[in-house]
């Protein structure tokens, strides 16, 4: 991971699961793109798979949106599953 690709958000959106505020994003491609309404990221405390809306409020993806970004784009589907899964077993790891 590169940090200088690391972008500071001007948002108080928190994770809707764990309260952590999402002030940062990293494009997944290194392409340092900044976050558009739509735009999945995950969660880099506790792994939760959540998407932008406008504002970059968070929302967590629900099972539904999860199913359709499989059948529209595998190959970013099993990123985030794969990205969410390292944080999840890291947030796992530190808190029980
Ligand atoms: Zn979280």
Do not use: R
Request: hydrophobic letters at 30%.
């Amino acid at each position: 991971m590169e940090s200088g690709k690391t972008h500071k958000l001007d948002t108080d959106a928190t994770c809707p699961k764990c309260g952590m505020i999402a002030d940062g994003s990293m494009a997944s491609d290194g392409s340092g793109a900044m976050p558009e309404a739509g735009d999945i990221t995950v969660c880099s405390t506790c792994g939760t798979i959540m998407e932008y809306g406008e504002g970059y409020s968070l929302t967590a993806l629900t099972e539904d949106k999860l199913k359709e970004l499989k059948e529209e784009d595998e190959e970013s589907f099993l990123e985030v599953m794969q990205i969410s899964g390292i944080f999840k077993e890291m947030y796992q790891t530190k808190w029980n």
